[in-house]
């Protein structure tokens, strides 16, 4: 059931955001006089269509879409759609109108700065989609993070390797001071940040990072570190086999003997305590006490940990705006870097790119509103600034050319525009099987 959920959020995401796309091209072209041919959501490969407006029993039951100037439909591979327009060169290879004089209504016959418009309305309407979904965000359910002031890390094997000690503090990023724990170790990246200063006990120490080693971290499901949860109780649960023995405020500092100021440190210990009986020390109200604590079969002592604490700010209708404004601002500077650093062999983001199985991880087991809308921005940006990028077969190569059009005075030939597709479109094929590869690997 989980799959199959994880599943349809996919579709459903990917879906909106393909019709999004198309249709701000398709909004322009009808706007400037340009026939558009088809408008398909998936691709119709091999001519073979789950819905079309032309053919087969929508066209029985509605007859008068048949006489519709564009054919509206659904194909069979969802790898993305298309709207292809009239007298243009694109991912159809559909030449057939290079056999007669321009006409009027087809692309080629427009000003460049209409035709500019035309291929940029696909981004400009991801970009302004991602806008208004996180300006509802922000005004529905606000914005809640985990303060890096006041949290120390708890490090793994890479984090202790990089030279960061559990209970670090960190303190600040090449001079600037993090707000957001969540967001430190892409900050640490995305920037090559090369000096960290964290507070260890007492004393200030900076920590001078090794870039090398940046690509490991990209690479590693669990990064350098994570915030440390100290073992504080805030509540008893229903049914607990230690009601009367723990309370909330304790804070529990060793297990059997063994130091667990974090919660993290005190899991294995409880783990292999299961069904039996440990002896904790615990701090209650400035006194040490020793408490013997019963563990369950899964290695659970029945109680609720204190979480690290989380900052929540929540705006009215019109200071909404601004934030939704300002996080996909942020938005869209970080995915920037991210491609910088994909496109920089050494760091080996490359390994990190995903395809659709990959999109699929990151949707809930379960639904949720807040997640599903906020990843539908993040992959209207991530598609956005995608199609931005000056290869041939994306919109980016046909704003370039068009670009150089208007500078120089010169418009490309359509011969140099056929093979300059044909060459983007196999570099983007090879982007796909990296993609899909790097799924199977990490699946492995």
């Known amino acids: 059931m989980t799959l199959i959920l994880k599943i349809l959020q996919v579709i459903l995401a990917l879906s909106v955001l393909i019709v999004i796309h198309e249709a701000g091209h398709f909004m322009w072209a009808k706007l400037f006089g340009i026939r558009v041919d088809k408008f398909f959501l998936f691709f119709d490969a091999g001519g073979f269509k789950l819905l079309s407006t ?36 694109d ?11 321009p006409q009027p209504y087809e692309f080629r016959s427009k000003k460049p700065w209409q035709r500019l418009l035309v291929m940029a309305g696909g981004v400009l309407n991801n970009f302004i989609f991602a806008v ?78 090794d870039q090398s080693m940046f690509g490991q971290v990209l690479n590693s499901p669990e990064g350098m570190f994570t915030v440390a949860v100290p073992f504080t109780v805030s509540g008893i649960a229903e049914g607990s086999p ?22 993290q440190d005190a899991r294995p210990v409880l783990a292999s305590h299961a069904n039996a009986t440990v002896d904790a020390s615990v701090i209650r109200a400035g006194d040490t006490l020793l408490v013997p604590l019963q563990v369950d079969s899964a290695g659970m002592i029945g109680v609720y940990p204190a979480m690290p604490g989380v900052v929540s700010e929540t705006y009215n209708a019109i200071t909404a705006i601004p934030a939704g404004i300002s996080l996909a601002g942020k938005t869209i500077g970080g995915y920037l870097k991210d491609l910088r650093l994909v496109a920089t062999p050494k760091t080996q983001a490359y390994k990190s790119v995903g395809s659709f199985i990959a999109i699929g991880q990151v ?69 796909m099987f990296l993609a899909f590869g790097n799924d199977i690997r990490r699946f492995l």
């Open 54 to 89: 032309k053919e087969g029993w929508f066209s029985r039951l509605f007859p008068k879409w048949k006489g519709k100037e564009t054919e509206y439909g659904i194909g069979w591979l969802p790898l993305g759609g298309y709207c292809k327009i009239n007298g243009m060169i």
């Open 91 to 101: 991912e159809s290879m559909d030449t057939s109108w290079q056999a007669h004089e």
């Open 132 to 209: 208004l979904v996180f300006i509802v965000i922000s005004g529905i359910w606000g914005r809640s993070y985990i303060a890096n002031e006041g949290n120390c890390i708890y490090v793994t094997p890479l984090g202790e390797e990089m030279g960061f000690a559990t209970g670090d503090r960190i303190l600040s990023l090449d001079g600037k001071v993090p707000e957001n724990f969540g967001t430190i170790q892409a900050d640490i990246v995305r920037n090559n940040v090369q000096k960290v200063q964290v507070l260890r006990g007492t004393d200030t120490t900076d920590i001078y990072l």
């Open 242 to 263: 230690n009601t009367g023995r723990l309370a909330a405020g304790d804070r529990i500092m060793s297990l059997d003997g063994q130091p667990c100021p974090f919660l």
């Open 363 to 431: 949707f809930p087991n379960k639904w949720d509103w807040y997640q599903f809308l906020y990843i539908l921005a993040l992959l209207s940006i991530m598609l956005g600034v995608m199609n931005l990028l000056p290869i041939p077969g994306l919109d980016g190569g046909h704003i370039v050319f068009t670009l150089y059009e208007m500078i120089t005075g010169k418009k490309p030939s359509d011969g140099f525009l056929m093979v300059a597709q044909l060459i983007g479109m196999a570099f983007l094929l090879l982007l």
